[in-house]
Nanobody, 120 residues
């Protein structure tokens, strides 16, 4: 019942910027956290940034100072502002959310991903 849909990916030159969005919909009781992951071909998926329902944000070291994660007040939409993009940032970016669809228990959900290409 829960769906996550990413948008905002595309082609950008090194040093450029993109803003990704992820919208959650469906049978949602509570969203505890929204997380951005990325995966390049042949690489394992890595956590990029996360934000909790309390507003605390965390980033992997490689994007600190360049990326900013934010969300709306109800946590249904999360954003990833990506500045000073490097070729190493090229990957499929996935939205992940920790969601309680019922009051009894929570689980994580994944979007299908949005492709970010960084190339001159």
């Amino acid at each position: 019942q829960v769906q996550l849909v990413e948008s905002g990916g595309g082609l950008v030159q090194p040093g450029g910027s993109l803003r990704l969005s992820c919208a959650a919909s469906g049978s949602i009781f509570k969203i505890y956290a929204m997380v951005w992951y990325r995966q390049a071909p042949g690489k394992q998926r890595e956590l990029v940034a996360a934000i909790s329902s309390g507003g605390r944000a965390n980033y992997t070291d490689s994007v600190k100072g360049r990326f900013t994660i934010s969300s709306d007040n109800d946590m249904n939409t999360v954003y990833l502002q990506m500045n000073s993009l490097k070729p190493e940032d090229a990957a499929v970016y996935y939205c992940n959310a920790v969601i309680a669809a019922t009051p009894a228990h929570a689980m994580d959900y994944w979007g299908k991903g949005t492709l970010v290409t960084v190339s001159a």
